[in-house]
């Protein structure tokens, strides 16, 4: 979104990522599963966030479709 510091993504597929930043990831519509590092990982569904540290190694996999995310980079 232009003029922010929001990102807003339609997920259709497994995704690698390593944010370079501390970002909050929020589930907008759909279901999506975040695999951690050392196997954890969590299941989010619209409505729910997870803070996402730097420099963390994950994947992102929708379930059921697509997933809309919205990415929140503080300041």
């Not at 803070?51 to 992102?60: D, I, K, N, R, Y």
Request: proline share 8%; with cysteine.
């Amino acid at each position: 979104m232009p003029g922010t510091d929001l990102e807003v993504q339609a997920l259709a597929e497994r995704t690698l990522l390593e944010p370079a930043a501390n970002c909050l990831l929020i589930v907008i519509e759909g279901q999506l599963i975040v695999d951690l590092p050392g196997g954890a990982f969590r299941v989010l569904e619209a409505g729910d966030s997870l803070m996402l540290p730097a420099a963390t190694q994950l994947a992102l996999q929708p379930v059921a479709g697509q997933a809309v995310l919205t990415w929140h980079h503080p300041r």
